[in-house]
C-alpha cells in the first residue's frame, strides 16, 4: 500500500494524506478525512517509507520480520468520537507508525462489551494494548488475559501495575479554580462527574485551601459530555443560586454549560466566568472562546507509543509513569465578577 493508493481510496491528494501521517497539527484536512485516512491506514497495515526501509534492514541483518508489529487501542470509558480520546489515538498511531508498528484497532468500552468484538480482539494478534481511559474491574480482567504488555493513558492515576502515561488532572483542576478566584470569584460551581474522580477532588481541595464557600449545591454531578453540561447548567442556573462562575472537568462538559447558559439570559463572562480542561480545537470556536487547560492529547499518544513500543523490544517489566505537563490557556470566556452580582 502506498500514499497515492491510500489517496485513491480516500478521495483526497497524495500530498493530503502525507500532511495527515506525518504533521501533526497540519489541519491538512476535516477530521471526517482525517478519521477516514487513518481508518485506512489500519486496514490496510500501511507502513511509511522510513519504517518500510527500517524493516528491510532488520531482515537483511538476520533478524525475521515477515510483517510489521502491530499494537492495539481500546477507549475504555468512551467512544472513539470524543474529540480528546482521539487526540490521544492518532498521536499513538503517528508514533507508532514512525517506528514501523501499525495500530491493527482502536474499539471503544462499547465495542468491547460484544462477544464477537471480544473474539477479534482475541484473535488479532498485536503485541501489546494501550488503553485510553480509567478501566473498570471487568475491563481490567479482559486486558490482563489476553495482553502481556498493557500502557494506560489517561488524567487520573490508576492503582495498577500498568504502565502510566498522565497528565495530573488534580492539578490542573486547582489551577482553573485558583485562576477564577484570582479573577475575584469566589462562587465558583462544578460540573462534571464525582464518583473516582480527580478533577472533583482537586475542586474540593482547591476552594478548600483558597479559603472560599463550599455550597453542595454549587455541585453538579453530570456525565463529560456537551449534553451532560447542558442538562446540568439548566439545574443550577434555574436554581435561584448567585454563582458567578463554573468550572467544567472537561471542554465538553463547558460547551454544553455555554449553551445553557445563554438560553437562560447570562452573559458570558459578564454574568458567568466559565473555564474548561482538555483545550480540544472546538474551543476555539466557541462564542465567547472558551478558557481552559490545555492537556497535550498528542503527546500523551506520542508518549503511550513510545513507552509500549520500548517495552515490547526490550522486554523491561518495572512499571513507567510518566507524567506530562498542562498550561493555562486564558482565553474570552472568563472575567472577573460583575461588581452588580
Avoid at 196 to 224: F, H, K, M, V, W
Wanted: proline residues 4%; contains cysteine; positive net charge.
Amino acid at each position: 500500500m502506498t500514499l497515492k493508493e491510500i489517496a485513491s481510496l480516500a478521495g483526497v491528494s497524495p500530498s493530503t494524506v502525507s500532511r495527515v501521517i506525518n504533521h501533526p497539527g497540519s489541519k491538512a484536512a476535516s477530521r471526517e478525512v482525517e478519521d477516514k485516512i487513518w481508518q485506512i491506514v489500519r486496514e490496510t497495515g500501511y507502513i511509511p517509507d522510513i519504517s518500510a526501509r527500517s524493516l528491510k534492514l532488520h531482515s537483511a541483518s538476520g533478524q525475521s520480520q515477515n510483517a510489521p508489529k502491530a499494537i492495539g487501542c481500546l477507549l475504555a470509558r468512551t467512544h472513539t468520537s470524543d474529540p480528546f480520546f482521539s487526540k490521544i489515538a492518532r498521536g499513538l498511531e503517528r508514533e507508532a507508525l514512525r517506528n514501523g508498528y501499525t495500530v491493527k484497532y482502536i474499539f471503544s468500552y462499547q465495542d468491547i462489551q460484544k462477544p464477537d468484538i471480544q473474539q477479534s480482539v482475541r484473535q488479532t494478534r498485536v503485541e501489546g494494548v494501550a488503553l485510553l481511559g480509567r478501566p473498570d474491574s471487568k475491563m481490567r480482567s479482559f486486558l490482563k488475559t489476553n495482553f502481556k504488555k498493557i500502557i494506560y493513558a489517561g488524567l487520573n492515576n490508576i492503582d495498577s501495575d500498568f504502565d502510566q502515561i498522565t497528565c495530573n488532572a488534580y492539578l490542573a483542576s486547582k489551577t482553573a479554580v485558583s485562576y477564577l478566584a484570582e479573577l475575584g470569584h469566589t462562587r465558583i460551581a462544578y460540573l462534571g462527574e464525582r464518583k473516582n474522580e480527580i478533577r472533583y477532588r482537586g475542586y474540593l481541595d482547591a476552594i478548600s485551601q483558597l479559603a472560599l464557600p463550599l455550597n453542595r449545591e454549587y455541585i453538579i454531578d453530570t456525565p463529560l459530555s456537551a449534553e451532560g453540561g447542558y442538562r446540568a447548567a439548566i439545574r443550577l442556573l434555574s436554581s435561584g443560586n448567585n454563582i458567578t462562575a463554573l468550572f467544567c472537568a472537561n471542554d465538553l462538559t463547558a460547551i454544553g454549560a455555554m449553551k445553557a447558559a445563554k438560553e437562560a439570559g447570562r452573559r458570558i463572562p459578564e454574568d458567568l466566568s466559565v473555564i474548561g480542561i482538555d483545550d480540544i480545537e472546538t474551543c476555539q470556536d466557541t462564542k465567547p472562546m472558551l478558557t481552559t487547560i490545555h492537556i497535550p492529547m498528542e503527546d500523551l499518544g506520542t508518549m503511550t507509543a513510545k513507552v509500549l513500543i520500548d517495552r515490547i523490544e526490550t522486554g523491561k517489566r518495572i512499571p513507567m509513569k510518566v507524567e506530562l505537563p498542562f498550561r493555562l490557556i486564558r482565553r474570552d470566556s472568563c472575567a472577573a465578577p460583575s461588581s452588580k452580582l
